[in-house]
């Protein structure tokens, strides 16, 4: 029995499939992942700006009396805590679940400020206040934590930053 000789020139296409395959699914699976990752950050964004506009929204129905215009504070520190638990949770005693993993209450993320209330409107809801009506700002930041981080998406310094203002009624 002899055998054929082996020839380099025959037109052999085994285990081309698996070659391309190979080179293929690097590329595929970090398109994958990557798109995940994206789509998870800008749910967290807008997660975060709701977030803020409600405490914004929240604060804004609070008495003149809780706010100080000439400090740009909070008088009263329950009411900012509460402003905080309605931004950070959807509740006012902040028993519900934290809107974006990671954002806890010892975590100094939210900033409440006070616009001088003079360099708003002294019209119509504000017309028998004397310098206008306070505007109050609620503004967060918080350290994206990255849905993939195990497979080598690394996010540090990424973060999530958002800001909301609302007129306060005395309401």
């Not at 020139?9 to 080179?23: F, H, I, K, Q, T």
Request: proline fraction near 6%.
């Amino acid at each position: 029995m002899t055998m054929a000789p082996v020839t380099f020139l025959r037109d052999d296409r085994r285990g081309s499939v698996a070659v391309e395959m190979a080179l293929i699914l690097p590329l595929m699976l970090i398109l994958m992942f990557g798109g995940l990752e994206g789509g998870y950050y800008l749910w967290s964004e807008h997660k975060m700006l709701k977030a803020v506009r409600d405490g914004a929204r929240f604060a804004g129905r609070q008495p003149f009396d809780k706010f100080d215009c000439s400090s740009g504070t909070v008088n009263d520190s329950a009411t900012e805590i509460e402003i905080g638990n309605v931004t950070r949770t959807g509740t006012i005693d902040g028993s519900g679940p934290v809107k974006i993993p990671g954002w806890t209450t010892n975590s100094p993320s939210i900033t409440i400020s006070v616009l001088p209330c003079n360099s708003t409107p002294s019209t119509g809801l504000y017309q028998e206040l004397p310098n206008g009506g306070p505007i109050v700002t609620v503004s967060a930041t918080l350290n994206y934590q990255a849905l993939f981080s195990n497979l080598g998406f690394a996010t540090t310094g990424l973060g999530l930053r958002a800001t909301s203002q609302a007129a306060v009624m005395g309401i």
